[in-house]
Protein backbone atom coordinates (compact mmCIF):
# COMPACT_ATOMS: atom_id res chain seq x y z
CA UNK A 1 0.00 0.00 0.00
CA UNK A 2 1.55 3.48 -1.06
CA UNK A 3 0.41 6.34 1.35
CA UNK A 4 0.82 9.88 0.53
CA UNK A 5 4.24 11.69 1.02
CA UNK A 6 4.83 13.20 4.72
CA UNK A 7 6.72 15.62 6.35
CA UNK A 8 7.63 13.95 9.74
CA UNK A 9 9.82 16.99 10.57
CA UNK A 10 6.62 19.07 10.77
CA UNK A 11 4.96 16.60 13.38
CA UNK A 12 8.46 16.13 15.83
CA UNK A 13 8.21 18.42 19.05
CA UNK A 14 11.14 19.41 20.14
CA UNK A 15 12.31 19.91 23.89
CA UNK A 16 15.61 21.83 24.57
CA UNK A 17 17.18 20.93 28.01
CA UNK A 18 15.64 17.65 28.17
CA UNK A 19 17.03 15.33 29.56
CA UNK A 20 19.72 17.43 30.84
CA UNK A 21 21.19 20.75 30.10
CA UNK A 22 22.37 21.22 26.50
CA UNK A 23 20.42 18.34 24.92
CA UNK A 24 17.50 18.98 22.56
CA UNK A 25 15.15 15.63 23.07
CA UNK A 26 13.07 14.88 19.36
CA UNK A 27 9.93 13.78 20.60
CA UNK A 28 7.94 11.39 18.18
CA UNK A 29 4.71 11.20 20.52
CA UNK A 30 2.58 13.44 17.99
CA UNK A 31 3.80 10.86 15.31
CA UNK A 32 2.51 8.07 17.18
CA UNK A 33 -0.40 9.72 18.59
CA UNK A 34 -1.67 10.46 14.57
CA UNK A 35 -2.83 7.23 12.49
CA UNK A 36 -1.99 8.74 9.08
CA UNK A 37 1.96 9.52 10.75
CA UNK A 38 2.78 6.15 12.48
CA UNK A 39 1.01 4.36 9.12
CA UNK A 40 3.25 6.55 6.89
CA UNK A 41 6.38 5.30 8.99
CA UNK A 42 5.25 1.47 8.67
CA UNK A 43 5.08 1.87 5.24
CA UNK A 44 7.93 3.49 4.58
CA UNK A 45 10.16 0.78 6.00
CA UNK A 46 7.98 -1.92 4.73
CA UNK A 47 9.11 -0.52 1.20
CA UNK A 48 12.70 -0.28 2.53
CA UNK A 49 12.90 -3.48 3.77
CA UNK A 50 10.31 -5.72 1.85
CA UNK A 51 12.99 -6.77 -0.80
CA UNK A 52 14.58 -8.84 2.30
CA UNK A 53 13.77 -11.71 4.72
CA UNK A 54 12.61 -10.81 7.86
CA UNK A 55 11.76 -13.63 10.41
CA UNK A 56 11.29 -11.23 13.76
CA UNK A 57 11.18 -7.48 14.76
CA UNK A 58 12.99 -5.99 17.58
CA UNK A 59 12.38 -3.13 19.06
CA UNK A 60 14.55 -1.81 21.70
CA UNK A 61 13.06 -0.28 24.38
CA UNK A 62 10.70 1.28 24.69
CA UNK A 63 9.46 3.79 22.09
CA UNK A 64 10.88 1.02 19.49
CA UNK A 65 8.54 -1.64 20.93
CA UNK A 66 5.90 0.70 19.16
CA UNK A 67 7.40 0.67 16.37
CA UNK A 68 8.58 -2.98 16.30
CA UNK A 69 4.90 -3.92 17.03
CA UNK A 70 3.36 -1.74 13.80
CA UNK A 71 5.92 -3.13 11.40
CA UNK A 72 5.75 -6.94 12.85
CA UNK A 73 1.82 -6.90 11.85
CA UNK A 74 2.85 -5.17 8.22
CA UNK A 75 5.01 -8.22 7.71
CA UNK A 76 3.21 -10.54 8.88
CA UNK A 77 6.00 -11.83 11.67
CA UNK A 78 6.48 -11.53 15.43
CA UNK A 79 8.39 -8.63 17.83
CA UNK A 80 10.79 -9.17 20.53
CA UNK A 81 12.24 -6.90 22.98
CA UNK A 82 15.49 -5.98 23.88
CA UNK A 83 14.80 -4.53 27.33
CA UNK A 84 17.01 -2.42 30.04
CA UNK A 85 18.74 -4.96 32.66
CA UNK A 86 16.30 -6.44 35.02
CA UNK A 87 13.19 -6.02 32.85
CA UNK A 88 12.95 -9.51 31.12
CA UNK A 89 12.01 -13.02 32.87
CA UNK A 90 13.95 -16.44 32.15
CA UNK A 91 16.85 -17.06 31.03
CA UNK A 92 18.78 -13.60 29.28
CA UNK A 93 21.75 -13.02 27.53
CA UNK A 94 23.10 -9.02 28.16
CA UNK A 95 25.82 -6.80 27.25
CA UNK A 96 27.14 -3.50 28.32
CA UNK A 97 27.47 -0.30 25.99
CA UNK A 98 28.60 3.13 25.61
CA UNK A 99 25.59 5.78 25.43
CA UNK A 100 25.00 9.44 24.75
CA UNK A 101 25.23 10.26 28.28
CA UNK A 102 27.08 7.28 29.85
CA UNK A 103 27.21 3.22 30.30
CA UNK A 104 24.11 1.29 30.03
CA UNK A 105 22.94 -2.57 30.08
CA UNK A 106 20.54 -4.58 27.74
CA UNK A 107 19.43 -8.09 27.59
CA UNK A 108 17.35 -10.41 24.95
CA UNK A 109 15.87 -13.49 26.37
CA UNK A 110 17.39 -16.17 25.26
CA UNK A 111 14.92 -17.83 23.17
CA UNK A 112 13.58 -14.77 21.53
CA UNK A 113 15.42 -15.41 18.11
CA UNK A 114 16.64 -18.56 16.83
CA UNK A 115 20.16 -19.47 14.74
CA UNK A 116 19.18 -18.80 11.13
CA UNK A 117 16.58 -15.81 11.78
CA UNK A 118 16.54 -12.74 10.20
CA UNK A 119 15.88 -9.77 12.78
CA UNK A 120 15.11 -6.00 11.71
CA UNK A 121 16.25 -4.16 15.01
CA UNK A 122 13.83 -1.16 15.63
CA UNK A 123 13.88 1.92 17.65
CA UNK A 124 12.86 5.75 17.20
CA UNK A 125 16.37 7.53 17.37
CA UNK A 126 19.73 6.72 16.13
CA UNK A 127 22.42 9.10 17.90
CA UNK A 128 26.07 7.77 19.17
CA UNK A 129 24.94 4.36 17.55
CA UNK A 130 25.89 2.29 20.82
CA UNK A 131 22.60 1.04 21.42
CA UNK A 132 21.79 -0.23 18.14
CA UNK A 133 25.31 -1.55 17.69
CA UNK A 134 24.97 -2.85 20.97
CA UNK A 135 21.56 -4.77 20.27
CA UNK A 136 23.29 -6.25 17.00
CA UNK A 137 26.13 -8.08 18.94
CA UNK A 138 22.94 -9.47 20.79
CA UNK A 139 20.91 -10.93 18.09
CA UNK A 140 24.02 -12.39 16.30
CA UNK A 141 25.26 -13.84 20.13
CA UNK A 142 22.03 -15.96 19.52
CA UNK A 143 22.81 -17.03 15.92
CA UNK A 144 20.39 -14.86 14.24
CA UNK A 145 21.56 -11.96 11.30
CA UNK A 146 20.71 -8.82 11.59
CA UNK A 147 18.38 -7.80 8.46
CA UNK A 148 18.92 -4.00 9.19
CA UNK A 149 18.01 -1.30 11.50
CA UNK A 150 15.08 1.31 11.47
CA UNK A 151 15.12 4.38 12.97
CA UNK A 152 12.44 6.98 12.59
CA UNK A 153 15.41 10.01 13.70
CA UNK A 154 18.66 9.90 13.20
CA UNK A 155 20.55 12.40 14.78
CA UNK A 156 24.29 12.13 12.00
CA UNK A 157 26.48 14.39 13.68
CA UNK A 158 26.43 12.13 16.16
CA UNK A 159 28.07 9.58 13.61
CA UNK A 160 26.29 6.35 14.84
CA UNK A 161 25.91 5.16 12.01
CA UNK A 162 29.35 5.12 11.47
CA UNK A 163 29.06 2.31 14.10
CA UNK A 164 26.80 0.17 11.57
CA UNK A 165 28.66 0.14 8.53
CA UNK A 166 27.82 -3.26 6.80
CA UNK A 167 24.43 -3.55 7.71
CA UNK A 168 21.19 -1.62 6.29
CA UNK A 169 19.93 1.29 7.83
CA UNK A 170 16.80 3.27 7.18
CA UNK A 171 16.25 6.40 8.74
CA UNK A 172 13.06 8.55 7.88
CA UNK A 173 13.99 11.81 9.23
CA UNK A 174 17.69 13.10 9.28
CA UNK A 175 19.21 16.05 11.24
CA UNK A 176 22.54 17.47 10.66
CA UNK A 177 22.16 20.20 13.19
Do not use: W
Amino acid sequence: MLVRRMNLRTVIREFPDFPEKGVLFRDISPLLKSASALNYIVERFHEHFKVKRVDVIAGIESRGFIIASALAMRFGCGMVMIRKQGKLPGRTRSIDYTIEYGKATMEIQEDAVSAGDNVLIADDLIATGGTASAAARLVEGLGARVAGFAFVIELARLKGRELLKGYDVCSLVVYDE
